[in-house]
C-alpha cells in the first residue's frame, strides 16, 4: 500500500516545482516593476517609477533629487547634498534614495531554487519512509548510477503492481 502512495507524493510534489520553474520564462525581464525608496529624515516612502527616464535602466530615476521633486510630505525641509551623477542615488543630506525591482529574474531565480532543492528534499524523505530506499547509502556504493538503477527497479515495481490481473488479456499489454 506504501509504494503506491510514492508516484502520487511525487506528483503532487514535482507539480507546483514544474509551474513555478516555468514562470520566469512566461514573463520578461521589462515587466518587472521598478519601484524608488525614499528616505527622509527616519520615514521612508515607495515610488512605483512607471516611466523612468531611460527604460533600459531604470533606476537611473531614481535619485534623491527626484525624492525631493515629489514634494512627499515626510521630506518637507529636508535637502539633498550637491548632485554627483556618478552616485545620485544612495545617502546624501537628509535624503537617501534607493531603487529596486519586484518580480526581477533574480527573485525568480532564488525562489525556484528554493522550491526545487526543498521539494528533493522531500521526495528523498519521500523514498527514505515509504519505500525503504536511502539515497546516501546508494550513493556511497554505487554514486548516481545506483541510485537510478534503484529508481528505475522501483518504478517498475509500482507500475506493475497498478495495471490489473488480467492486463493483458484485454489485448493492451
Same mark, same amino acid.
Given at each position: ?6 508516484? #502520487? /507524493?511525487?506528483?503532487?510534489? #514535482? ?5 513555478? &520553474?516555468?514562470?520566469?520564462?512566461? !514573463?520578461?525581464?521589462? !515587466? %518587472? ?7 527622509? =529624515? ?5 515610488? $512605483?517609477?512607471?516611466? $523612468?527616464?531611460?527604460?533600459? *535602466?531604470?533606476? /537611473? ?10 514634494? #512627499?510630505?515626510?521630506?518637507?525641509? &529636508?535637502?539633498? %547634498? ?14 537617501? &534614495? ?9 527573485? *525568480?531565480?532564488?525562489?525556484?531554487? =528554493?522550491?526545487?532543492?526543498?521539494? +528533493?528534499?522531500?521526495? +528523498? ?22 541510485? #537510478? !538503477? ?13 495495471? $490489473?490481473?488480467?492486463?493483458? %488479456?484485454?489485448?493492451?499489454?
Amino acid at each position: 500500500m506504501r509504494l503506491q502512495l510514492l508516484p #502520487l /507524493l511525487s506528483f503532487l510534489t #514535482l507539480l507546483p516545482v514544474v509551474v513555478v &520553474a516555468l514562470s520566469p520564462f512566461s !514573463s520578461s525581464a521589462p !515587466s %518587472a516593476m521598478t519601484f524608488c525608496k525614499c528616505m527622509c =529624515f527616519s520615514n521612508s516612502t515607495i515610488l $512605483p517609477l512607471y516611466l $523612468p527616464k531611460d527604460p533600459l *535602466h531604470p533606476c /537611473l530615476s531614481c535619485t534623491r533629487q527626484f525624492c525631493l521633486d515629489q514634494k #512627499l510630505p515626510s521630506c518637507i525641509g &529636508a535637502t539633498a %547634498a550637491d548632485e554627483d551623477l556618478d552616485v545620485s542615488s544612495g545617502v546624501g543630506g537628509d535624503v537617501e &534614495a534607493r531603487c529596486f525591482q519586484r518580480d526581477s529574474p533574480k527573485s *525568480h531565480f532564488i525562489v525556484v531554487s =528554493f522550491i526545487i532543492v526543498t521539494s +528533493g528534499l522531500l521526495v +528523498g524523505a519521500g523514498l527514505k519512509q515509504y519505500a525503504g530506499i536511502d539515497l546516501q547509502e546508494l550513493w556511497n556504493r554505487n554514486g548516481f548510477r545506483g541510485i #537510478l !538503477s534503484e529508481l528505475i527497479d522501483l518504478s517498475q515495481r509500482i507500475f506493475s503492481r497498478s495495471r $490489473p490481473r488480467n492486463y493483458a %488479456a484485454m489485448g493492451r499489454g
